[in-house]
């Protein structure tokens, strides 16, 4: 496995590969201090795992469905999930027992935790008897506060502002929504832009939550400015985008995605263009490339901080990938 910064220079980066899901992986999630990594795939297991050295902590047995997001608390004391099983359900992280299940109309899309600790929301699917729904609750009484139905889009990533001002969505049309979700009008958003000419697969915060940024099946990446939704930068792929993550200490980016799942049995490995690509945060130049995973990636995460980061693949595996100290030494010639 290689490093390839673009300049010429290689560097070995040899990752922890964790094997504990049978089908794909939807999304993966380190806690605050760096210590856990979470995941969940399209079997029925939330996954915990030591991120240092790949240890396999335990699962979170419950669901009945393929399970698309999971979020951490925190403190690391309390572990929200979402599933096709139209529910969603609150765990206590140390003894994996479920402490709560909120029952939806169709699958769980999204689940997020407040900052504080004391919200979190949870979205669902649109389909032929139900709309898709944004569910705000209470951690302290486990139970639902407020909700707002959404007519014309499938929300399909999500995140909380700073401070728990507002909440992010992104949907299946390429819109990208702020709203009040707490203490403003259930039906009032307070922006709204549509930057994306493709559904947003990932939707995710800088460490400081002043800027978001978007993965798109147009091919994009792009990078906002979470107070006003302001466009920043775009980042160009080859191939569709299906998540991105900004580095909590450097100026970089890295993109995951590849040719859509159902055409990989008919692609070479290279061709189906599976590996994770980094860029330079401000000037948009693609600075380096790690290859390793079978099928598309879909979900990126980097570790807290910042030395070193998570994929998630169609494959079914996660890999770890701590960066060499060239890595740190490296600078993009202006």
């Known amino acids: 496995i290689t490093w390839r910064i673009i300049q010429g220079e290689k560097l070995s ?6 094997h504990g899901h049978e089908r794909a992986i939807t999304q993966i999630r380190y806690n605050r201090d760096g210590d856990l990594l979470f995941s969940v795939a399209k079997d029925n297991k939330p996954t915990v795992w030591y991120s240092d050295n790949g240890e396999r902590l335990g699962t979170y047995d419950g669901h009945g469905g393929a399970v698309w997001c999971i979020d951490v608390n925190r403190d690391t004391t309390l ?3 979402g599933s096709a099983d139209n529910s969603a359900k609150l765990w206590n992280c140390e003894r994996g027992v479920e402490l709560a299940t909120f029952s939806t109309a169709s699958a ?8 504080s600790g004391n919200l979190f929301t949870y979205t669902t699917d649109t389909t032929m008897n139900s709309l898709c729904q944004i569910v705000l609750c209470d951690v302290r009484t486990r139970e639902a506060i407020k909700s707002r139905t959404i007519q014309d889009a499938r929300v399909t990533a999500a995140v909380w502002g700073p401070f728990d001002q507002y909440f992010i969505t992104g949907d299946d049309v390429g ?5 009040d979700i707490v203490n403003g ?3 009032e958003n307070l922006c709204q832009v549509t930057e994306h000419k493709g559904p947003i697969s990932d939707l995710q915060a800088s460490a400081d939550r002043t800027m978001v940024i978007t993965a798109s099946k147009d091919n994009l990446a792009k990078l906002f400015d ?3 939704l302001e466009l920043q930068k775009t980042y160009k792929a080859d191939r569709p985008v299906n998540s991105a993550a900004i580095s909590p200490i450097r100026q970089h980016v890295v993109l995951g995605g590849g040719q859509e799942a159902m055409e990989v049995t008919t692609t070479y490995t290279k061709a189906g263009k599976f590996d994770a690509r980094f860029y330079h945060l401000v000037l948009e130049e693609e600075i380096g490339r790690v290859k390793g995973h079978f099928g598309p990636i879909n979900n990126l995460k980097f570790h807290p901080d910042g ?3 998570s994929s998630g693949g169609e494959d079914g595996y996660v890999r770890v990938h701590t960066f060499d100290p060239s890595y740190f030494d490296f600078d993009f010639e202006y």
Not at 13 to 18: E, H, W
Not at 108 to 115: I, Y
Not at 175 to 179: D, F, N, R
């Open 79 to 81: 572990v929200l999930t």
């Open 13 to 18: 980066m040899r990752p922890l590969v964790l």
């Open 307 to 309: 030395k070193s980061y």
């Open 185 to 187: 009008s259930a039906d």
């Open 175 to 179: 819109t990208l929504t702020k709203y």
């Open 108 to 115: 769980v899309r999204t689940c997020a935790f407040s900052n």
């Open 226 to 228: 979470s107070e006003t």
